[in-house]
Structure formats: C-alpha cells, structure tokens
C-alpha cells in the first residue's frame, strides 16, 4: 500500500497550490479520502474529506471556500485545490484513505509554506 503526496512548496500569501496523492496497493476506490494538516506545535486536524464515490465533501471551517477536495477513481488521485492561501495554512499536509472503524492508510506528507 502507498500514498504519495505531491505538489507542496513555498507560496506567498494570496498564492494557490494543488495537492495531489497518488495511491496504490489497495482498491482505492472503497475508500473515503481524507486531507489532514500538521502545524508545527500542533496536533494533526482534519482539513478536507470526500467520499469513496466523490459525491460528498466535507471541509473544515478554517478553509472553507478555499481549498476544494476531488478525485479521480479512474487515476487513483485524490487533490487539494488551495486557493488564497494564508500563513496560518502552513503544515505538512498529508492524505489518508480509510474506510469506516478502520484506521487506514497515510502518506508521508508534503510541507506547504505560505510566507511572502
């Protein structure tokens, strides 16, 4: 099983970036999908979620309206479209592909910086 995170990188505020998580070794399609972030200091919180056939998505309040979460069944990828990114948005940002009670699977996750 694997989950590779690309697409991080140093933005300046205001700036966009598009995640993406390449997944392999399990059938990606059953699986909810999930964006988590990492603040230094901080705990692991939940940023974007979408379901195994990708009708629903659930985001978290603080980006709301600004990162948007798909995925391509077809590619095994799920993305994380960040727009108007603010400072406080910098973390490791990583995916995670689960099924309900399971733990499931995490990437290694990719540093995204907001700084001008």
């Known amino acids: 099983v694997q989950l590779v995170e690309s697409g991080g990188g140093l933005v300046q505020p205001g700036g966009a970036l598009r995640l993406s998580c390449a997944a392999s070794g399990f059938t990606f399609s059953s699986y909810g999908m999930r964006w988590y972030r990492q603040a230094p200091g901080k705990e692991r919180e939940l940023v974007a979620a979408?379901?195994?056939?990708?009708?629903?998505?659930t985001y978290a309040d603080a980006i709301k309206g600004r990162f948007t979460i798909s995925r391509d069944n077809a590619k095994n990828t799920v993305h994380l479209q960040m727009n108007s990114l603010k400072p406080e948005d910098t973390a490791v940002y990583y995916c995670?592909?689960?099924?309900?009670?399971?733990?499931?699977?995490w990437g290694q996750g990719t540093q995204v910086t907001v700084s001008s």
């Open positions: 979408i379901t195994s056939a990708g009708g629903i998505t």
């Open positions: 995670n592909a689960r099924r309900p009670g399971e733990t499931g699977y």
